[in-house]
């Protein structure tokens, strides 16, 4: 059984930044997604296990950044020029893959963490 634990959640105001932290060890590919109450999970970003590939939803794009750091089992997510609709709670996600398939899916992923609070506010 894989733990994720996420951190750096937090409040901010409209155009700060705050940068989201997940540590796993092994051989995962790794996703963020973003829920608020009574929406379905929302996909935010993706990267392989060897970080060649990456993948973001159209609405961050630009403003965030997904990377890892293997050698100390963290993925980040460096999330930039926030806005009040980035509010949610932010979950990473992982699944076994050494490929460079995309998952952009939350039903492709086994292994979820606790979620971190993001709150932008204007």
């Known amino acids: 059984q894989v733990q994720l634990v996420e951190s750096g959640g937090g409040l901010v105001q409209a155009g700060g930044s705050l940068k989201l932290s997940c540590t796993a060890s092994g051989r995962y590919a790794t996703g963020w997604f973003r829920q608020t109450p009574g929406k379905e999970r929302e996909f935010v970003a993706f990267i392989n296990w060897s970080g060649s590939t990456t993948d973001y939803a159209d609405s961050v794009k630009g403003r965030f950044a997904i990377s890892r750091d293997n050698a100390k089992n963290t993925v980040f997510l460096q999330m930039n020029s926030l806005k009040p609709e980035d509010t949610a709670v932010y979950y990473c996600?992982?699944?076994?893959?050494?490929?460079?398939?995309?998952?952009?899916?939350?039903?492709?992923?086994?292994?979820w963490g606790q979620g971190t609070q993001v709150t932008v506010s204007s």
């Open positions: 996600a992982a699944r076994r893959s050494s490929s460079s398939l995309l998952y952009t899916r939350a039903s492709m992923y086994e292994y």
